[in-house]
């Protein structure tokens, strides 16, 4: 054999043997790619190959990637709750919904947070009597329902200037309907606070006609002093005290006499 044989049979033997490394090394996965990591690792652990599925993938989660994961999924449906709660929130403002007002002299209110007209007699110090005679008369609990209601209430000195014949038999059970109607003539419909009292006034020439459940009205007006006062049907004035309170369902001032119906004090019996 001659050289050139020699040399020829020498390269054809590292051709054979290399040839089969490289295919190992570099043949693609796919055409026109080379060699890719075939095993990626995960957080947590989690080996997988490229052609594993999302099932896969779920069903080789540890306890704790679950945990998790459910950790996650219970965030994101806070935060949705969250965003669609003030988006809801913005949009009732945005287009003048109101929460928590209402409005003066209307018959209609989104009622506010707080204490009811009943609720208010109950706690007051000095208006027992009438906390007494709203529920002989059962009208505590339709004020303390939703409504729009101005109430001039008598303190308990006001009901202890009343008439002895009235003021003794004002709570007895054959007098509820008699009592009915005298209370009803201290509420006056719609919600009033003393600036739109003040606002009627002005627009009556110095006098404002308020219509009251009993079917009759009261006369607001100034004195000489220019304190409010109420007249009743009787030519009766009670003064005005104070600039009166908001209630969840109205509002009420406190008044220095029983206002009184003509011939009511004649049914009370």
Known sequence: MNN???????????LFIAIPTLAQTTTPSTAGQYPINTT???PQGVSVTPSDSMASLKASETPNTKAMNRRRERRSRR??????STTDQNSRMSSGGAINTYDAGTTSMTKPAGKSITDFAASSPTHRTLIN?????DLAEPLRGAGAYTLFAPTDQAFAELPAEVRKNLLEGRNRESLKRLLSYHVASGIMDKAELMR???????????????GSTLTAQL???GQLTLTDDTGN?????????QQANGYVFSIG????????DKTFR
């Open 257 to 264: 006499k029983v206002l009184l119906l003509n011939g009511i």
């Open 223 to 225: 004195d000489g002093n």
């Open 237 to 245: 004035t009670s003064s005005v005290i104070g600039s009166g309170q």
């Open 4 to 14: 050139q044989s020699i040399k020829t049979l020498a390269v054809s033997s590292l």
């Open 40 to 42: 990626q690792t995960y």
């Open 79 to 84: 935060q949705a709750n969250t965003t669609s």
């Open 133 to 137: 005679a709203l529920q002989s008369a």
């Open 200 to 214: 009627q006034i002005k627009a009556g020439n110095g006098k404002a006609r308020l219509q009251t459940l009993a």
